[in-house]
């Protein structure tokens, strides 16, 4: 959420950002709201002044034996209008934090302009996609065909976008959520932690989920909602808390499911695992000081390429245009990696500071070491550790052999108990 006093001294700085996403001039009808409710402020207290005032009056008056009607009647008057205006008060209050809840962040000034992802630019490669020397098959069928991946009976049971993994490829999918945790929380400084699915509507807002994507999670029908990423859990670790300066950097990952109803992505990848309904992933999110942010975002982009560097899989970093980031960031790099059954780089990991944007929507602060007093906004980000089941694509469709068998990566032997290459099981 934006700082509503910035947006009252920075009006045209406002239109500017969100004129750079593609949006409409929002600081007039921001200001109107905001002046109606700061009105509504400054006669509540105006009011409660003078009836502070008025009642001594009467008190005076009484002392003297005067008459106190005159007064006594205009309390009165003053107490029903407070009424009525507290109403009103918390109402304008509530329209304005709904207008800022739906404002994305402000970009930071090197995102590229740019309407589309068309305009992402290429910020670095790592590794030569292998040279196979025979047709490259994609996931999907390489799983199907081993006898190990189903998305037959997953549909009857679920529906659609959904997958049964079976035997060694459920036991490699593990193997890579288990080298990525051990990967973060042994060399790259996280502390792993184990966090609800569940989660009330609070802290969806609270990371920027809710309201705008409301249509892509799962909602329960008592009013909680199943998480897209443990972002939204890990994030809300510093929910409605001041942290003390000493404890930053915070940074924390988990293995978690993540489910997303794809409702923007009708028609999109519809065959294999690239977007179902429940997927795994390994999340990153660290809590810094503002002054921290920006080297943390190049920081953790590169925990995550760490991976893919020891899986020696061929990947490129994008940085996001700004037609094409996200609402809550002020910059995302796309880690992209190579898929031979597709002949292209798809995205396995976003890595984004979103700055205090989530924290002022949390209420998320902490206390500079040696200061007892004043607070300051945190800063957040988060990035995928990486997207386990399209790690394990990436393996498959990379590993794979002329004769449909997949070689396990080195890095990946000692989760395997052995096993070096998966075969067919039909």
Not at 210 to 224: A, H, R, S, V, Y
């Given at each position: 959420m934006l700082d509503l006093k910035w947006i009252r001294e920075n009006p045209d700085a406002f239109d500017a950002a969100l004129k750079r996403r593609g949006g409409a001039p929002m600081s007039a009808s921001v200001l109107e709201m905001d002046k109606r409710h700061r009105d509504a402020i400054t006669e509540l207290q105006s009011l409660q002044n003078r009836r502070n005032e008025a009642s001594k009056q009467i008190g005076a008056v009484k002392s003297k034996g005067g008459d106190a009607a005159p007064i006594m009647a205009e309390v009165a008057t003053i107490k029903d209008r407070m009424t009525a205006l507290e109403v009103e008060e918390k109402k304008l209050g509530?329209?304005?934090?709904?207008?800022?809840?739906?404002?994305?962040?402000?970009?930071?000034?090197?995102?590229?302009?740019?309407?589309?992802e068309g305009a992402n630019v290429e910020v670095r490669k790592w590794g030569s996609p292998r040279q196979l020397g025979f047709p490259a098959k994609d996931h999907a069928d390489l799983g199907a065909s081993l006898g190990l991946m189903d998305f037959t009976q997953a549909a009857v049971m679920s529906g659609a976008r959904f997958v049964v993994l079976k035997g060694e490829l459920a036991r490699l999918e593990r193997a890579i959520a288990q080298l990525m945790l051990d990967t973060h929380t042994r060399e790259n400084g996280y502390t792993e932690m184990n966090v609800p699915l569940l989660v009330k509507p609070e802290a969806l807002y609270g990371?920027?989920?809710?309201?705008?994507?409301?249509?892509?999670?799962?909602?329960?029908?008592?009013?909680?909602y199943l998480i897209s990423t443990s972002e939204v859990t890990l994030t809300n670790l510093v929910a409605e808390r001041i942290v003390e300066g000493g404890e930053l950097p915070m940074r924390v990952t988990a293995f978690t499911p993540c489910f997303r109803s794809e409702a923007g992505a009708a028609g999109k990848d519809t065959k294999g695992m690239i977007r179902n309904h429940q997927f795994e992933k390994v999340e990153m999110v660290s809590i810094v000081a503002p002054e921290e942010s920006e080297g943390e975002l190049e920081r953790m982009t590169k925990c995550a390429t760490g991976i893919l560097e020891k899986l020696e899989l061929p990947y490129r970093v994008v940085a996001l245009c700004s037609g094409d980031i996200g609402f809550g960031s002020n910059r995302t790099y796309d880690i992209e990696v190579w898929l031979p059954g597709q002949n292209t780089y798809r995205e396995i990991s976003s890595c984004s500071n979103t700055g205090d944007f989530q924290a002022r929507r949390m209420n998320a602060r902490f206390r500079p070491a040696g200061e007892t007093k004043g607070t300051r906004f945190l800063h957040t980000l988060n990035g995928s550790g990486l997207a386990v089941g399209r790690t394990l694509v990436a393996i498959l469709e990379n590993y794979q052999e002329a004769d449909g068998s997949i070689r396990v990566p080195a890095a990946l032997k000692p989760y395997m108990g052995g096993i070096e290459v998966i075969s067919s099981k039909k």
């Open positions: 509530e329209e304005v934090r709904g207008v800022l809840l739906t404002i994305p962040n402000v970009l930071h000034k090197d995102v590229p302009d740019g309407k589309d990371t920027g989920q809710l309201p705008k994507f409301e249509e892509d999670l799962f909602k329960t029908t008592n009013g909680m």
